[in-house]
């Protein structure tokens, strides 16, 4: 309601109805270029003004053409220099300093590393296959020689404790009755016992 109450306003308390494509560029323009919004807040303006002219007065504005956007300022991203990585991979160790190795190393990020899983690795090729990652994509990324050795310790571990817990009746996967018998040939590549 604000954005349709300040767009009557600016029209000088005119219905909507008497008003078309020029005025509600206008206002936007305004917005962008008097206020200074920001992009997102035309964005939410516009996306009002579209909703009452389509939804509650039944009309469709054509393109609208000469709408000046919001532009977003540019934001350079934070980026750590060669000492600075250096010296934070030196206040690691263990699996801490190889998550944060291979976010470095591989250009990962926290999510594609934290949902690495053993069949991911590619060492004899020093590949990594990340899944659904940025855009939901799959894409493959280098693995630093240097990590090849930490990696495959990690993985070796994993395996004894993962090959421990089934020993011991742990390390299952659970899975609704009707979508385990779907599943057991998928279950049986990727190493999980249902």
Known sequence: MHWIKRFIYFHGKRHPESLGES?????LNHLAAERSVAASTQNQALSVLLFLYKEVLGRKLAWLDGLQRASRPPRL???LTRAEVERLLAGLSGTRWLLA???YGAGLRVGECLRLRVKDADL???QILVRDGKGEKDRVTMLPERLLGPLRAH???????RARDLRDGYGEVRLPYALAQVRRAEQ???GYRA
């Open 155 to 161: 993985l070796e571990r994993v395996r004894l404790v």
């Open 101 to 103: 190795s291979l976010l």
């Open 77 to 79: 991203p934070t980026v």
């Open 23 to 27: 005025e509600v560029t206008a206002f």
């Open 124 to 126: 004899d090729y020093r």
């Open 188 to 190: 049986a590549s990727a």
